[in-house]
């Protein structure tokens, strides 16, 4: 069994409107309380300063994710699926 996480995705893009994307992803050797599967990840989308949407899991918390300020439940599947997920959130909540 292997001991340490491995990094899977590491990617901050700054959009010519001044919004930032940043996506990371970790592969864990045992998932995270909470979870069924072995991913840590964290995929933000947000201007000034201001969180529009973010989808993440945490220690003891799971897989959520944060529209506009309001939190909810996010069914992780996949990475791919995670990540169409989090590109539809961004489209539908850019202002």
């Known amino acids: 069994m292997r001991r340490h996480a491995t990094l899977v995705i590491n990617e901050k ?3 010519t409107d001044g919004s930032i994307i940043q996506i990371v992803v970790w592969d864990l050797p045992i ?4 979870s069924r599967h072995r991913y840590k990840y ?10 529009l949407v973010r989808f993440d899991n945490e220690q003891g918390k ?7 300020g309001v939190e909810s439940l996010y069914i992780f ?5 995670l990540m169409r997920d ?9 202002v």
């Open 13 to 15: 893009i700054t959009r």
């Open 31 to 34: 998932p995270l309380n909470a």
């Open 42 to 51: 964290r995929l933000y989308f947000g201007r000034d300063g201001i969180c």
């Open 62 to 68: 799971g897989d959520h994710k944060h529209i506009q």
């Open 77 to 81: 599947i996949d990475i791919p699926t």
């Open 86 to 94: 989090f590109g539809q959130a961004i489209q539908e909540n850019e």
